[in-house]
């Protein structure tokens, strides 16, 4: 079995690329990927680049070349907002992926693609719109192994999925109170949306690299958001 690892960025893989063992460098088109062992498992990491369209893509790609993959690990860095009870440096881990941005927005309000009766995915008789949970099996065992370790803070809920980052306490705020979500990135939605179709199981691990606030780049700190999302994802391969 095969354990994907996806990354946007070469600077949140870098730690995981690190300790991949026996480290095989392979090329997929015009994605690179190593091929190794990290926690005991078979994985294969790749860095997606950022955003929905490329994490698409990639994870796409590495679903039809490696059809037994048993699980899909996102993860890298990620906003938490300031209503989450997140700090910087701590870690969070999806129980849902939503959308933000698929939808329209009206003079009354946004509304989603549920609203407007647009399924986004149909698969085995139901339709998925704007949020894919990620309940089951698998993000039970990860709880179990998350709640042993004591040195970290993670935090688990859903996960908003944006095509513009929100760089203002007021926007902040507003997706906050729409969607009750903990962490801001732009790439977890479509990971889920993708391996939904491909009946595979996700789970997506983010560093708190900053709060979504007024953008002010010196209060963040994406180093200790890495090191600190690549240990967890360690900590749950070794557990499974």
Known sequence: MTYILLSPSALEAKNI?????????????????????????????????VGKVNTAYTLTLLLEAYPTTELVILYGCGGAYLRSGGAVGDVMIATHEIYADEGVLTGNGWLS?????????????????????????????????TNEITDQNVIYGKFLTVSTCSGSIELGNELFKRFQSICENMEGAAAAHIAKAYDVAMIEVRGVSNLVED??????????????????????????
């Open 17 to 49: 690329y690190s300790g991949v063992q026996s480290g095989r460098r392979l090329r997929l088109r015009n994605i690179e990927l190593i091929c190794g062992e990290l926690g005991g498992k078979e994985v294969v990491a790749a860095i997606s680049g």
């Open 113 to 145: 693609m549920e609203d407007i009766g647009i399924p986004l995915l149909k698969k085995g008789g139901e339709c998925y719109f704007n949020s894919f949970c990620l309940e089951g099996e698998v993000l039970h065992q990860v709880r179990s192994i």
């Open 215 to 240: 953008r002010v780049f010196e209060n963040w700190d994406i180093e200790s958001a890495v090191e600190n999302c690549s240990k967890v994802v360690i900590e749950i391969l070794n557990g499974l």
